[in-house]
């Protein structure tokens, strides 16, 4: 018996064998794993958006910024960032005559300071280098002064937040490049200036009108950033 036990317990077990071998070498994969867990990121920014109905509040225009990054549990990211913008904008002079009371467009120099999360669509694996990720984040931002503009108008610790939606491309382990989608919004708040008569010129409207003009309303920025990343080990 034992003669023909031995053959058919090889024939049973072939197609395990087989089975066994079947899919992706690690190596040769398209999927890899995402082993490291703290980046330093420099970031590119380009802002667009409007300076809302009065078009004073800061709205398009570049900057550079430096994000730390750390993996918290599982595929997310926990991060915070510092960027410098110059965003430019109007000036209004609310005591001006009506027809020449707008001046500009002058530079406005933003610093945002914020922190968010990131989490990664693909877990801890890239498909073929690639990770797509989504968030959001928040912080402040502060705008430098302006010195043509005496208006009373200010852009000083405006809160920032807004989600962002992101591609990673992993050229080597510790080596990634960026491109990432962000929409922001903060709040303009206008001064008792803007609802009074302008002095030097009594009989022209003032620049809001304090029964239907609110003193103050959001306004959204989409804003584009390529980046580098680089991994390291603390």
Same mark, same amino acid.
């Given at each position: 018996? *034992?003669?023909? #036990? @031995?053959? +058919? =317990?090889?024939?049973?077990?072939?197609?395990? !064998?087989? /089975?066994?071998? &079947? %899919?992706?070498?690690?190596?040769?994969?398209?999927?890899?794993?995402?082993?490291?867990?703290?980046?330093?990121?420099?970031?590119?920014?380009?802002?667009?958006?409007?300076?809302?109905?009065?078009?004073?509040?800061?709205?398009?225009?570049?900057?550079?910024?430096?994000?730390?990054?750390?993996?918290?549990?599982?595929?997310?990211?926990?991060?915070?960032?510092?960027?410098?913008?110059?965003?430019?904008?109007?000036?209004?002079?609310?005591?001006?005559?009506?027809?020449?009371?707008?001046?500009?467009?002058?530079?406005?120099?933003?610093?945002?300071? *914020?922190?968010? #999360? @990131?989490? +990664? =669509?693909?877990?801890?694996?890239?498909?073929? !280098?690639? /990770?797509?990720? &989504? %968030?959001?984040?928040?912080?402040?931002?502060?705008?430098?002064?302006?010195?043509?503009?005496?208006?009373?108008?200010?852009?000083?610790?405006?809160?920032?937040?807004?989600?962002?939606?992101?591609?990673?491309?992993?050229?080597?382990?510790?080596?990634?490049?960026?491109?990432?989608?962000?929409?922001?919004?903060?709040?303009?708040?206008?001064?008792?200036?803007?609802?009074?008569?302008?002095?030097?010129?009594?009989?022209?409207?003032?620049?809001?009108?304090?029964?239907?003009?609110?003193?103050?309303?959001?306004?959204?920025?989409?804003?584009?950033?390529?980046?580098?990343?680089?991994?390291?080990?603390?």
């Amino acid at each position: 018996m *034992s003669k023909w #036990l @031995s053959p +058919l =317990l090889l024939t049973l077990m072939a197609p395990a !064998g087989a /089975a066994a071998q &079947v %899919g992706h070498d690690p190596a040769s994969s398209p999927f890899q794993d995402i082993r490291t867990r703290t980046n330093f990121v420099a970031t590119a920014w380009r802002v667009t958006g409007g300076g809302g109905s009065l078009d004073i509040g800061p709205r398009t225009g570049e900057g550079l910024g430096l994000r730390y990054e750390m993996r918290m549990s599982g595929p997310t990211d926990a991060f915070f960032e510092v960027a410098w913008t110059r965003l430019e904008r109007l000036v209004i002079d609310p005591d001006g005559a009506e027809a020449d009371r707008v001046s500009g467009p002058v530079d406005q120099s933003v610093v945002f300071i *914020s922190g968010g #999360l @990131s989490v +990664l =669509l693909g877990g801890d694996k890239t498909w073929h !280098g690639l /990770a797509p990720y &989504v %968030g959001a984040s928040v912080g402040l931002g502060f705008g430098s002064n302006v010195a043509s503009d005496s208006s009373g108008f200010t852009f000083r610790a405006k809160l920032v937040s807004g989600p962002h939606l992101g591609l990673r491309w992993y050229a080597t382990r510790a080596l990634s490049l960026r491109l990432e989608g962000r929409l922001l919004f903060w709040q303009l708040k206008y001064p008792d200036r803007f609802f009074r008569d302008p002095e030097r010129a009594p009989t022209d409207r003032p620049v809001l009108d304090l029964a239907g003009d609110p003193n103050s309303e959001w306004t959204s920025h989409p804003a584009l950033t390529i980046a580098v990343g680089y991994a390291v080990r603390l």
